[in-house]
């Protein structure tokens, strides 16, 4: 397992070490070079693989162009053939053959797919090992925001509990504790159960709604906004009025007051300020209630509970023994200094396949997506890659390329929305392929179905036919999370 230091983080993916960049700018022409050189350096374009990326460069472009065409990347070929090679070669070396037990472990059979076997391949890929790396230095910061984020929503809640947590957040985020949680075991496990505590009386905040946020307030609301008879609406503000008193929210004084005017002069008021009213009423309630907002916090902060995972050399030490890249660059190191005969062959393989992360990393950070190679043993597989994007929509785009030993090229295209409504397109270059996908829509609509998504369309085409809507949908430009949580 690969160990750095934080200061030498960054490092591992400046463009001396970065195989894929340093072979798509090696036929760089002079005009793509300065491009390059004016759109920002090499370095903080590559550091920046740990950032949302919401636009597309010219220098991002530029490169991007240079990586596709490049001709080392044409045929890379599969990923799981290379590795397998890489296996076989090492168990013929004995100072090398015990360490194979560790990579034997990234090879899985797509015999074996299932929803969380897919989930760990794709983060033990190795094309997520810097985000691991942010995510272990984010740690603390992100959990602090949290907390702050918490106090201020506390501030609106005018009650006893949720001053007294107000004062308890304000403690704990003054106190030596966080920072240090970080490097420190012991402080991170009085800090993982100092959150226990907040998080127990979050709850019973959130179960303690004040009546003005109350199912009852809210159908009193729209009953109003829709009578007009006098007598109707002289019921629902009393009924309103009754329920409100038992209110301490900020807003509640000003409310009954105008309950009090309405009623006082309801024979003379007109529809116009009963509406105004219930405007006045639908903004308390839409401004004032915080329960979602706490709900959410709530949630984000039982992310932060496992001791472990808050120290970050604990974190990183656990993560990284699970992640392919990081085991590659261990291995490279020993080949490096080893005088085994066999030494460099499997160093020129260990290179390959670190050629071939780097190639889809740069890929994700460029084309804004997450781009990874088929993560699976297949024999009928010639080589093969996943990209993943999500919309601003909160649509969710998949597209499998393929090229099969015995079928050709297969492009699949897929697009999630509305949690389970998906729509499928699979461009075949053999036209046997798309009559055996044809034959079988029917049974592929079943399997779908079981598995709770509903298919919406499925479309095959020959892959000489024009493009459709789904895959100009999915080469738009968006934002990109490099740690992209894959949902099966």
């Known amino acids: 397992m690969i160990t750095l230091s934080p200061e030498a983080r960054l490092s591992i993916i400046l463009p001396n070490t970065n195989k894929a960049l340093s072979e798509a700018i090696k036929n760089a022409t002079p005009e793509q070079l300065e491009t390059l050189k004016e759109g920002k350096d090499i370095k903080s374009l590559l550091t920046s693989v740990f950032q949302d990326k919401t636009t597309a460069s010219k220098s991002d ?203 006082k002069n309801l024979n003379s008021s007109s529809a116009e300020e009963v509406k105004t009213f219930a405007r006045q009423l639908d903004k308390a309630i839409s401004e004032g209630d915080t329960s979602k907002e706490l709900t959410t916090i709530k949630a984000a902060l039982s992310e932060f509970t496992n001791p472990k995972e808050l120290v970050t050399e604990i974190f990183l030490k656990e993560s990284m023994s699970d992640d392919l890249k990081s085991n590659l660059l261990t291995l490279r190191e020993e080949l490096a200094q080893s005088n085994d005969p066999s030494a460099p062959k499997l160093l020129e393989q260990t290179d390959k396949l670190l050629t071939q992360i780097d190639y889809h990393q740069m890929l994700s950070h460029l084309s804004a997506s997450n781009s990874i190679y088929f993560p699976f043993v297949w024999d009928q597989l010639q080589e093969g890659s996943l990209t993943f994007k999500k919309s601003n929509k909160q649509k969710f785009y998949c597209e499998i390329n393929l090229k099969l030993k015995e079928y050709g090229e297969l492009d699949l295209m897929m697009g999630l929305y509305d949690e389970n409504q998906l729509e499928i397109q699979a461009h075949t270059e053999k036209s046997s392929l798309k009559a055996l996908i044809q034959e079988n829509i029917s049974e592929l609509r079943s399997l779908l179905s079981k598995a709770g998504l509903t298919p919406r369309s499925i479309r095959v085409f020959d892959k000489s036919e024009t493009h459709s809507s789904l895959n100009e949908t999915y080469t738009i430009s968006g934002g990109s999370d490099m740690g992209f949580e894959v949902k099966v």
């Open 61 to 263: 472009q530029t490169l991007l162009d240079l990586l596709k065409n490049s001709s080392a990347f044409k045929n890379m070929g599969s990923f799981s053939d290379s590795l397998q090679s890489l296996l076989k070669e090492m168990k013929s070396s004995p100072d090398m053959a015990p360490k194979t037990a560790i990579l034997e472990n990234f090879l899985k059979n797509i015999a074996t797919l299932d929803p969380q076997n897919l989930k760990s391949q794709i983060a033990s890929s190795g094309v997520f090992m810097e985000s691991k790396f942010a995510a272990a230095l984010n740690k603390i910061p992100d959990l602090t925001q949290n907390l702050e984020t918490l106090k201020s929503l506390l501030a609106k809640i005018p009650t006893n509990d949720a001053k007294a947590l107000q004062n308890s957040l304000t403690s704990l985020l003054s106190s030596p504790i966080l920072p240090s949680a970080s490097t420190n075991l012991q402080s991170a496990l009085q800090l993982t159960e100092g959150l226990k505590k907040i998080a127990e009386t979050l709850q019973s905040l959130i179960s303690k709604t004040d009546p003005l946020y109350s199912k009852e307030v809210a159908a009193l609301a729209l009953k109003l906004d829709q009578q007009s008879a006098t007598s109707e609406i002289k019921t629902t503000l009393s009924q309103l009025y009754g329920t409100l008193l038992s209110s301490t929210a900020p807003d509640t004084n000003a409310l009954l007051d105008s309950i009090e005017k309405l009623l």
